[in-house]
């Protein structure tokens, strides 16, 4: 008997190679082997809704337990994988369970930094936003009039400032960068954000450096700045942004940069190891490249079902992402890295706009905040490959419908 395609990763890319093994039909067995003890569950809705107690646990899940049970594939959660052993094709568990595979698909996705225990990174009272453990630990936490420091003003950091506030916490938000949200966006988008957390009262401090976390009986209660300044904190969460996991892959030999390297169908420099999602890097114009996204998550996954199922394809989806914060939902198309111009276009009411980013005259991407035509519209227009004058698109009354359907 052939052996199975063992998943490693409970997670998105994992239930959407699945979702599409299954729809085509394929009759190879699988195994899905995740750390976690829950099936594959969307993680976004961590940092929103189920962080501000608005979702059940069950919403969570990509699909019900039985589903998986009804589609006769193996399950082991609660195991992990603490070895593979690629010339045996086995994978290892942590308690030296040893499990063939006919193909081996990589899900392992990617952690949450830590600050290191030297700066009160150990201390209670301190989180990180991953896993549905994560929330369950500190939601009971977010109580009205507790103060809350945030390190780090990337999305996770900002959408759990927004709960806190929407809480009732006091909240501080510590950026070391001179903006927020500047390894991802361009000035104008965080200018946005930064308004929008600043009139909700969060005390947003950028380029201000953390320097340790204040230890009161082995508990946080505060922290000093590089400045001197202290910041008193009944708890930290802690969002520096997150690596990769790739060591079980980086033990196997297989090549590794910032992810494991992956060619256009998402194999591994093993033949019969693929990965997808956070964990992978793929090449994008001519560069590798890394994302955390439910998009790329999705995506990998599925092409990896097409391809082992024999479909001729490679990959090559256009990224997108979204992030909510208060009443703004901000979606993201494309990917702004190497711009070198971006225009503004203004939307219909206050608190809704877009940020166009160009490289030279080719659109790349677009930030639109509370403007779904802008998002919808821009999309098409970067999907057709038209690349409207910066000038065009700053006007408001360019028909953003008529530019997608090139009229
Ligand atoms: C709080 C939060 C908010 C987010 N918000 C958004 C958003 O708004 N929009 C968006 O597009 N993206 C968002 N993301 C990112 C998105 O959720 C991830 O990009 C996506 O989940 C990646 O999917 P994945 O399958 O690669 O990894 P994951 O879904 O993280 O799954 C990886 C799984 O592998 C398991 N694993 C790792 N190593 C082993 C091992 N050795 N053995 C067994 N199991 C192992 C892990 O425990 C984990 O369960 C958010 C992420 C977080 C954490």
């Not at 390894?183 to 200018?191: G, L, Q």
């Not at 009262?201 to 000093?224: F, H, P, Q, Y």
């Not at 993201?332 to 030279?360: A, C, F, K």
Request: proline share 4%.
């Amino acid at each position: 008997m052939t052996a199975p395609i063992v998943i490693v990763g409970a997670g998105q890319a994992a239930a959407s190679f699945i979702s599409r093994h299954v729809a085509l039909g394929s009759r190879q067995t699988l195994l899905l082997i995740g750390e976690e003890p829950h099936p594959p569950y969307q993680r976004p809705p961590l940092s929103k809704k189920y962080l501000l107690g608005d979702l059940e646990r069950d919403r969570l899940f990509i699909r019900p337990l039985q589903w998986y049970a009804e589609q006769n594939i193996g399950l082991r959660f609660g195991t992990r994988i603490g070895r593979i052993d690629p010339r045996n094709r086995q994978v290892v568990t942590d308690t030296g369970e040893a499990i063939d595979y006919d193909k081996l698909l990589l899900c392992t996705g990617s952690s949450a930094r830590r600050l290191p225990a030297s700066m009160g990174g150990e201390l209670d009272g301190v989180f990180t936003l991953r896993s549905i453990a994560d929330i369950d630990r500190q939601a009971p936490e977010f109580r009205a009039g507790r103060r809350l420091l945030i390190v780090g003003g990337g999305y996770i950091g900002l959408e759990a400032a927004a709960v806190a506030r929407q809480l009732g916490l006091e909240v501080t938000l510590l950026e070391m960068a001179e903006r927020i949200l500047q390894r991802v966006a361009a000035a104008e988008t965080s200018a946005y954000f930064r308004a929008l957390h600043q009139g909700h009262g969060v005390d947003l401090r950028e380029s201000a450096r953390l320097a340790r976390l204040l230890d009161e009986n082995g508990k946080v209660c505060g922290a000093e700045l590089e400045s001197g300044e202290i910041i008193a904190a009944d708890l930290v969460l802690v969002g520096i942004g997150g690596s990769p996991n790739i060591e079980l892959a980086q033990a196997a030999g297989l090549e590794c940069g910032n992810g494991i390297l992956v060619n256009a169908v998402c194999q591994t420099s093993d033949p019969n190891i693929f990965a997808a999602g956070d964990c992978s890097c793929f090449e994008r114009d001519g560069q590798r490249i890394r994302l955390e996204s439910v998009q790329n998550a999705a995506d990998q996954g599925d092409l990896v079902a097409r391809h082992l199922a024999g479909e001729d394809i490679s990959y090559s989806a256009m990224p997108w992402f979204w992030s909510d914060q208060y009443d703004c939902k901000l979606q993201i198309v494309g990917l702004n890295q190497g711009h070198t111009r971006t225009v503004t276009r203004p939307g219909n009411s206050e608190s809704s706009l877009s940020i166009w980013y160009y490289r030279d005259a080719e659109l790349i991407a677009i930030d639109a905040m509370n403007e779904p035509r802008s998002y919808a519209f821009g999309r098409k227009i970067i999907e057709a490959g038209i690349n409207p004058s910066p000038e065009l698109i700053a006007d408001p009354a360019t028909d953003l419908k008529a530019l997608a359907l090139g009229r």
